[in-house]
């Protein structure tokens, strides 16, 4: 059986971790708990006011940002990845415009246009056009104006 003597001994300690914890100054009893009572009323105020920041965050980012373009240069032609967070209706079209501009001859291409927007397409250039090699970095700025000119057109 434990002894009165060492469940006095165990609240006294469990009450001097309290005190360290809530950094409580107090020397009563009654003024830990008081303070460990004070403590937790600010914790519970500083969750509150994160979550406040947090859903004032979350909603200022939730404009539509622009998909993200990346454009890789293989040994014959192109990788060209476009990926959204958003569905994009419309963007394909768009995109597949600016590779006929540039001459680009799209040899597969796997999209996805349901919750969000993918498209990853090889490519290469069409010799038979006297293209001579388009620059992956011309690919990109064209692809990525293509997407501009998208999110200027559905704003309106």
């Known amino acids: 059986m434990v002894s009165r003597e060492q469940k006095r ?3 006294r300690e469990k009450l001097q971790v309290l ?13 830990i708990v008081l303070d460990a009572s004070n403590y937790i009323q600010e914790l519970k105020h ?27 240069t ?4 192109y990788l060209i990845q476009v990926l959204s967070d ?10 597949l415009e600016a590779f006929e501009e540039l001459g680009l001859n799209v040899m597969e291409a796997r999209v996805s246009c349901t919750k969000n927007f993918q498209l990853q397409a090889f490519g ?8 001579g090699g388009i620059y992956s970095q011309v690919i990109e700025s064209a692809v990525v104006q293509a997407v ?3 999110s200027e057109n559905n704003e309106k």
């Open 9 to 11: 001994a165990a609240f």
């Open 46 to 72: 500083k969750v509150e006011r994160l979550s406040r920041d947090i859903s004032v965050a979350d909603s200022s980012s939730e404009q539509p940002r622009l998909p993200e373009v990346n454009v890789e």
């Open 148 to 150: 501009k000119n998208w």
């Open 86 to 95: 958003r569905s994009c209706p419309g963007l394909l079209s768009s995109i």
């Open 124 to 131: 290469g250039d069409n010799e038979d056009e006297g293209g």
């Open 19 to 31: 005190r360290s914890i809530t950094n409580s100054h107090a020397m009563d009893e009654t003024e």
């Open 74 to 77: 293989l040994e014959k032609g």
